[in-house]
């Protein structure tokens, strides 16, 4: 197995790194929002935006994880960025404690590691070695 070419660092972090860091800008400063409620009307909506949330954010992380370890195995990104994906998750929920109107929830922490588990498959299941 062939490792990839390396990148010169700035083209790497305007090309992988900025997008996950940008869209983890936004995860914060929506959860930073006193009495947010989920827009979708229905039983479970909220859980739903979570996982679509987190699978979005899975998908960024391993594409940047990928590039930047230069791995020739998509298993091994796929790993740590779902790692990563249930931290982030989990200082989410720690953080919106502190949040008015909002709380700590498990079953939100649950969700955000299925969309991060879901993108991991995604990504393994259908990117080349």
């Known amino acids: 197995m ?12 305007l090309r992988f790194w900025l997008p996950p860091l940008v869209y983890l800008t ?3 400063t929506a959860s930073a929002q006193p ?6 009307g229905f039983t479970l909506g909220d859980k739903l935006l979570h996982v679509i949330e987190y699978l979005i954010l899975g998908l960024l992380l391993v594409r940047a994880l990928r590039a930047h ?3 020739g ?5 796929a790993m740590i960025a779902l790692g990563f994906v249930v931290l982030t998750g989990a200082a989410d929920e720690y953080f919106q404690s502190f949040i008015p109107g909002r709380q700590c ?3 939100d922490l649950l969700a955000d590691t299925v969309g991060g588990g879901i993108a991991q498959l995604l990504y393994v ?5």
Not at 35 to 40: G, K
Not at 73 to 77: C, D
């Open 2 to 13: 062939t490792r990839p070419p390396e990148r010169r660092f700035f083209t790497l972090f």
């Open 26 to 28: 936004a995860i914060f």
């Open 35 to 40: 009495n947010l409620h989920a827009p979708l």
């Open 69 to 71: 370890l230069r791995v």
């Open 73 to 77: 195995r998509p298993l091994f990104a």
């Open 105 to 107: 929830d498990v079953f």
């Open 125 to 129: 299941a259908f990117v080349r070695s």
